[in-house]
């Protein structure tokens, strides 16, 4: 088979991969709240650990604290804040944002970026492989990424890692390039201001790019192309820069990620969520077992052959071995680096490593196949079938544990037991819980009507959200509808984001916590709700739950359960008219 039909196979098989089911897999991840901001360019989720300028800016105006003259046109959010959002740069959300407005506000939408991001890095890897060593590495790099469940997992969730990934193997393409045409570097700029504008992590481009040129490119640094794509990239950075010049012109900080990098967290962020990236210590114990983990035992092996030959090399041959891997040395160790001193070890930052770990594994299997131990016929007949059943397991695997509603060898009454040979944790990042079988519910539900009645909401421009939902849905000739919906339970919290609180920020929906709902009848009597127009009820449970409320009025009428994929019961919802 020509080597070309082989790079086309291997990104048809990288598309059926990050495709095929993109819609499966519960909510309950990171991606939410990226998708769920997205979806109105709102920097709120009702995070009351991690408030948001929008919400300080409201309240200044509500109370009258505000100072109108310093506020563009005396609007309560100032033109500024929309540059950037207050814990990540823009263009994550701003992509997704994009895709649900074609395509709706879906999973397939928010993750398909993610899954075209990944086949595209794909290919890159090939490039690179291809521009370092040979192309036969880079079919090799291709094949192993197109197939290895870390690489999979991460692009088939709506985060910003598939981002990050393909901008670091995009700027790393076009900096192999720029040493021998100077051009590329314009073009490099571009690529590291748009991955800068993903997320901040890929700034471990720029100290890995500099150390290189300074050992061996010096005279990069002279030439005009080289500083001209500089200025692009900063172009391209500059509404994360002009925001966080306002943000602290106005609060005397930075943004969160820069508050917390230079050890200035304001009151406002004062629990870090997502910072609890424990000690270099425990980075340093918690990296290979979250790395077993997150990879299938067979990538995992061809990696430590492949490293382990890298060692005897050095000690062999050091001069020469450590000119012909410099670069990929130089990237492993820079993103090493970042995520044992300063991110940590966490599943999604371990997939920035996976496609420099898929080339060093190239590398084993092509001086193998290369080497004089596969000379005779025979010999190469047995190493294309082993190659062959290698990537039939990776297949299988990743299969297994990010597509398949629940994997083989392992039980969904206990999906936290893992089973390395065929299972992997990373399951869990978007397991089957049952909670897109409840947002499908809700949708199919509440398709073609709007709340007849709402909820006076905290913030004015949430106010403006609700009556903009009303607007276009009467405009849409929907049925107006006196829905009250209740949820209680062990909600998790990305889940009720995107299931129920989604509804009610960008739809209007009346939806309370029974909590808040069992308050307001202490306050306002029993027949509160009924008074206030309610006539459809509809109380969301788990089944064997024990409420701390007074729900009593709720659990009447018709009860409808809510199955996962594997046939159990997840939830329970009690739907009664008064």
Same mark, same amino acid.
């Given at each position: 088979?020509?080597?070309?039909?082989?790079?086309?196979?291997?990104?048809? @098989?990288?598309?059926?991969?990050?495709?095929?089911?993109?819609?499966?897999?519960? *909510?309950?991840?990171?991606?939410?709240?990226?998708?769920?901001?997205?979806? /109105?360019?709102?920097?709120?989720?009702?995070?009351?650990?991690?408030?948001?300028? &929008?919400?300080?800016?409201?309240?200044?105006?509500?109370?009258?604290?505000?100072?109108?003259?310093?506020?563009?046109?005396?609007?309560?959010?100032?033109?500024?804040?929309?540059?950037?959002?207050?814990?990540?740069? @823009?263009?994550?959300?701003?992509?997704?944002?994009?895709?649900?407005?074609?395509?709706? #506000?879906?999973?397939?939408?928010?993750?398909?970026?993610?899954?075209?991001?990944?086949?595209?890095? !794909?290919?890159?890897?090939?490039?690179?492989?291809?521009?370092?060593?040979?192309?036969?590495?880079?079919?090799?790099?291709? /094949? @192993?990424?197109?197939?290895?469940?870390?690489?999979?997992?991460?692009?088939?969730?709506?985060?910003?890692?598939?981002?990050?990934?393909?901008?670091?193997?995009? =700027?790393?393409?076009?900096?192999?390039?720029?040493?021998?045409?100077?051009?590329?570097?314009?073009?490099? $700029?571009?690529?590291? /201001?748009?991955?800068?504008?993903?997320?901040?992590?890929?700034?471990?481009?720029?100290? +890995?790019?500099?150390?290189?040129?300074?050992?061996?490119?010096?005279?990069?640094?002279?030439?005009?192309?080289?500083?001209?794509?500089?200025?692009?990239?900063?172009?391209?950075?500059?509404?994360?820069?002009?925001?966080?010049?306002?943000?602290?012109?106005?609060?005397?900080?930075?943004?969160?990620?820069?508050?917390?990098?230079?050890?200035?967290?304001?009151?406002?962020?004062?629990?870090?969520?997502?910072?609890? !990236? $424990?000690?270099? =210590?425990?980075?340093?114990?918690?990296?290979?077992?979250?790395? +077993?983990?997150?990879?299938?035992?067979?990538?995992?092996?061809?990696?430590?052959?492949?490293?382990?030959?890298?060692?005897?090399?050095?000690?062999?041959?050091?001069?020469?071995?450590?000119?012909?891997?410099?670069?990929?040395?130089?990237?492993?160790? $820079?993103?090493?680096?970042?995520?044992?001193?300063?991110?940590?070890?966490?599943?999604?930052?371990?997939?920035? %490593?996976?496609?420099?770990?898929?080339?060093?594994?190239?590398?084993?299997?092509?001086?193998?196949?290369?080497?004089?131990?596969?000379?005779?016929?025979?010999?190469?007949?047995? =190493?294309?079938?082993?190659?062959?059943?290698?990537?039939?397991? #990776?297949?299988?695997?990743?299969?297994?544990?990010?597509?398949?509603?629940?994997?083989?060898?392992?039980?969904?009454?206990?999906?936290?037991?893992?089973?390395?040979?065929?299972?992997?944790?990373?399951?869990?990042?978007?397991?089957?819980?049952?909670?897109?079988?409840?947002?499908? &519910?809700?949708? *199919? #539900? %509440?398709?073609?009507?709007?709340?007849?009645?709402?909820?006076?909401?905290?913030?004015?421009?949430?106010?403006?959200?609700?009556?903009?939902?009303?607007?276009?849905? @009467?405009?849409?000739?929907?049925? *107006?509808?006196?829905?009250?919906?209740?949820?209680? $339970?062990?909600?998790?919290?990305?889940?009720?984001?995107?299931?129920?609180?989604?509804?009610?920020?960008?739809?209007?929906?009346?939806?309370?916590?029974?909590?808040?709902?069992?308050?307001?009848?202490? #306050?306002?009597?029993?027949?509160?709700?009924?008074?206030?127009?309610?006539?459809?009820?509809?109380?969301?449970?788990?089944?064997?739950?024990?409420?701390?409320?007074?729900?009593?009025?709720?659990?009447?009428?018709?009860?409808?359960?809510?199955?996962?994929?594997? /046939?159990?019961?997840?939830?329970?919802?009690?739907?009664?008219?008064?």
């Amino acid at each position: 088979m020509a080597k070309k039909h082989i790079l086309i196979l291997i990104l048809i @098989l990288a598309a059926v991969l990050r495709l095929y089911g993109l819609n499966r897999g519960d *909510t309950v991840n990171d991606e939410i709240f990226m998708s769920f901001r997205g979806i /109105g360019m709102l920097d709120f989720d009702e995070a009351e650990t991690q408030t948001t300028p &929008w919400e300080w800016f409201d309240k200044l105006t509500i109370n009258g604290l505000s100072d109108d003259q310093r506020l563009t046109d005396g609007k309560t959010i100032p033109w500024w804040i929309n540059l950037s959002f207050h814990d990540h740069p @823009l263009a994550v959300p701003l992509t997704q944002h994009i895709f649900m407005n074609f395509l709706g #506000e879906s999973q397939m939408a928010f993750r398909l970026p993610s899954a075209l991001l990944g086949i595209a890095s !794909v290919y890159l890897l090939y490039l690179i492989g291809m521009a370092l060593y040979s192309e036969t590495v880079g079919l090799f790099s291709a /094949g @192993l990424f197109a197939v290895t469940l870390n690489n999979i997992y991460i692009t088939r969730a709506g985060m910003q890692e598939p981002y990050v990934i393909f901008f670091i193997l995009f =700027a790393s393409y076009l900096f192999l390039r720029a040493r021998q045409n100077a051009r590329y570097f314009i073009w490099l $700029g571009a690529a590291l /201001g748009l991955g800068l504008s993903a997320k901040y992590t890929s700034a471990i481009l720029i100290p +890995i790019f500099i150390f290189y040129l300074l050992v061996y490119n010096r005279d990069a640094f002279r030439q005009k192309q080289f500083w001209l794509g500089a200025a692009i990239a900063l172009l391209l950075f500059s509404p994360s820069v002009i925001y966080n010049l306002n943000l602290y012109r106005e609060f005397g900080h930075f943004d969160f990620q820069i508050s917390n990098i230079l050890g200035n967290a304001p009151a406002e962020w004062q629990n870090s969520v997502g910072k609890e !990236v $424990g000690t270099p =210590a425990e980075r340093i114990k918690q990296f290979i077992p979250r790395l +077993i983990a997150t990879n299938s035992w067979l990538f995992l092996s061809l990696v430590a052959i492949s490293y382990f030959s890298f060692l005897s090399a050095i000690i062999r041959k050091p001069t020469e071995t450590l000119k012909k891997h410099a670069f990929l040395l130089i990237v492993t160790l $820079g993103i090493t680096g970042l995520i044992i001193g300063f991110i940590g070890p966490s599943y999604r930052f371990l997939t920035i %490593l996976t496609p420099f770990m898929a080339l060093s594994a190239s590398l084993s299997l092509d001086g193998f196949f290369h080497s004089n131990v596969v000379k005779n016929v025979e010999m190469k007949k047995w =190493a294309s079938g082993a190659l062959i059943a290698f990537f039939i397991f #990776e297949i299988f695997y990743s299969y297994n544990n990010q597509i398949a509603y629940y994997p083989i060898g392992a039980s969904p009454a206990e999906p936290r037991k893992n089973f390395p040979w065929l299972t992997s944790l990373v399951r869990l990042e978007n397991y089957n819980w049952g909670y897109n079988a409840l947002g499908n &519910w809700l949708e *199919t #539900e %509440l398709k073609g009507k709007i709340p007849a009645i709402t909820f006076d909401l905290q913030y004015q421009f949430l106010e403006k959200f609700r009556d903009s939902a009303l607007k276009s849905g @009467l405009a849409r000739g929907y049925e *107006t509808y006196s829905a009250l919906i209740v949820y209680d $339970g062990n909600f998790d919290r990305a889940g009720r984001l995107w299931t129920l609180d989604r509804l009610h920020i960008y739809h209007a929906w009346p939806i309370i916590s029974a909590e808040t709902y069992s308050k307001y009848l202490k #306050e306002n009597g029993a027949d509160f709700y009924k008074k206030a127009g309610f006539k459809n009820f509809y109380y969301i449970t788990q089944p064997g739950y024990l409420s701390l409320y007074d729900i009593s009025a709720l659990k009447i009428g018709e009860i409808i359960p809510i199955k996962n994929p594997y /046939g159990n019961e997840t939830f329970l919802v009690y739907k009664s008219e008064k």
